[in-house]
């Protein structure tokens, strides 16, 4: 015996809750939200390592769809640390009155589409049968976790400890800790541990190009200013590029003398923040070489000026492009100068196994740890997709559908399954991302409401249009320098993973125009019966 809904959404963070309302409240249809979580908040409720904390603006690092709620909500800091964020969502659920249609400690493990019926069959891990006409997958850009897989790892006698599933009870004080990774997450958890254990030993994978975050307390007037302003603000981030509260530069790093350049590079530096620092200062850093290569050049002279060991300052120097996700921190290259912080760089000196007592590196050095840490990132964008039982049209299963690599129609649909959405799907936007999830939620809530006044059965789009989308994704994201540094955004974390396009690089304003063309044009490349 099934129950039957209208709707079931898989994830309560951003995008699912927000689905959730739109589906319920506004278009009126019976909505089931399931997530195997105890809280809602998505990869907020699970990322709760020490200095988690959003790379975004906090005036922008929220939803814009309740006016109310911008008005009324308040933040101290220029920057929301994880249990900031946690508490949004939190009251955000509850304003929304979203929890009576929540179902918590839920895993969804199957969803397959019948097409006898034309619905979604859902299990779940409570052994559950749910049936829906549509399926809206809110399941996380960055929730998959990838777990390297080292020889050794049962023997060891100590905690180790994943960020993104942070145990509540890991007690960090005075332990000798090991930290694999220093992508973003790992940033952020070496600079926060340093200065409470008692040996730090950071197994750095690659070095990294980062900057300085510039978070602090932000005054009473600035909070009142923006929230006076959100009409322009929002309308600023919805035709911007990358959606993070700033106008980005339209200056060609050539147009101006290098000394003009230079003072350009340290107002940024001085200011903070990551994507502020590669999109705010000149047009041309994520695709003019000279103009990447200066802002390499800047980087590297300030790890050369704060780290004070030459050998380990070495260490830090990256070695890539300035094209990964454009890290920020709040003070990574000065903690390497703490007498109980120890750099290995693994590209010189790779893991050989995980002992009983610690990490043995290749040079026969035994690293002993009480403490493991994988800072070591998510099998990003379709991770989640292949690790439930998702099948379309035929039983084809999503592992086998993308088995050459993710691909969707504007980052939403996917061929031969019908009626499901996903909200941050392979080749959607990259871009801050709740302006994005709002923007996908719209459009395909919209859809759906299009299928419902109209009677229609079945929506989906055609081989030949996610074809085009995934082409128009590639040949953009070819025009930039992304592609040629080895990072999540393409896959390349992943061993064995398709190095591929994974995001539209064109910007939201850009992707917004794209999906207003399509539905202007009677859902052009989507097929209805």
Known sequence: MSTRHDAIVIGAGFGGMYALKKLRDEHGLDVRLFDKAGGVGGTWYWNRYPGALSDTESFVYCYSCDENLLKEWDFGTRYLAQPQVLSYLEHVADRWSLRPDIQLDTGVIAAHFHENDNRWHVETDAGELHTAKYLITAVGLLSATNVPDLEGIDTFQGVHAHTGRWPADLELAGKRVGVIGNGSTGV???????????????????????????????????????????????????????????????????????????????????????????????????????????????????????????????????????????????????TFNRDNVHLVDLKENPIAAVTPLGVRTVDGVEHELDVLIFATGFDAVDGNYKRFDLRGRNGVTMSDNWKNGPSSYLGMAVANFPNMFMVLGPNGPFTNLPPSIETQVQWSTDLIDHMEQTGLAVVEPSIEAEHDWTATCREIADATLFPKAQSWIFGANIPGKENTVYFYLGGLGAYRAALAECKDAGYQGFRFS
Not at 193 to 221: C, K, W, Y
Not at 277 to 301: L, P, R, W
């Open 188 to 334: 952020q958890v070496i600079t926060a541990i340093a200065p409470e254990v008692d040996h730090l030993t950071a197994f750095q994978r690659s070095a990294q190009f980062t900057v300085p975050v510039g978070n602090g307390p932000v005054a009473r007037e600035y909070v009142a200013g923006v929230k006076e302003n959100y009409q322009a603000i929002w309308e600023q981030v919805r035709g911007s590029s990358v959606a993070f509260g700033f106008e980005e530069s339209t200056t060609a790093y050539e147009s101006v003398s290098p000394n003009e350049a230079r003072a350009t590079f340290e107002r940024a530096w001085q200011t903070g923040g990551g994507f502020r620092f590669m999109f705010e200062t000149f047009a041309d850093i994520a695709t003019n070489e000279i103009a990447n290569k200066a802002a390499q050049d800047f980087i590297k002279g300030k790890i050369a000026e704060i780290v004070e060991d030459p050998e380990t300052a070495r260490k830090l120097m990256p070695r890539d492009l300035y094209a990964k996700r454009p890290l920020c921190d709040g003070g990574y290259y000065a």
